[in-house]
Nanobody, 125 residues
Framework: QVELVESGGASVQAGGSLKLSCEIS????????MGWFRQAPGKERQGVAA???????SYLDSVEGRFTVTRGSAKNTLDLQMNSLKPEDTAVYYC???????????????????WGQGTQVTVSS
């Protein structure tokens, strides 16, 4: 059984930085995609960044250049470095995993099977 646990969420002021981490336990295939998603109150879950086993990445346009997704040296960790945070980045952030080769790492939530419980990020102006 694959389990994902996020950490690192906090309240910060606009312009600040945060690093989110996701610990993944259980066996999963050598080919995979991992992603970060966020959901603000009253809004749909939105793909933020994703990375696959080959290191290819995808980013939401509004975070490109500010956020960086990386995998740990062991494949069971996923990080999201968030810089120059804006109030509109406020949301619950989730990590997700999908096994198998998908192609370009997707930012669509329905492409992913395994999800964490989320961690709150609040950015104040």
């Amino acid at each position: 059984q694959v389990e994902l646990v996020e950490s690192g969420g906090a309240s910060v002021q606009a312009g600040g930085s945060l690093k989110l981490s996701c610990e993944i336990s259980g066996y999963f295939y050598p080919e995979y995609c991992m992603g970060w998603f966020r959901q603000a109150p009253g809004k749909e879950r939105q793909g933020v960044a994703a990375i696959d086993d080959e290191g290819d990445t995808s980013y939401l346009d509004s975070v490109e250049g500010r956020f960086t997704v990386t995998r740990g040296s062991a494949k069971n960790t996923l990080d999201l470095q968030m810089n120059s945070l804006k109030p509109e980045d406020t949301a619950v952030y989730y990590c997700a995993l999908e096994q198998g080769a998908i192609g370009e790492p997707p930012l669509q939530a329905d492409e992913y099977t395994y999800w964490g419980q989320g961690t709150q990020v609040t950015v104040s102006s």
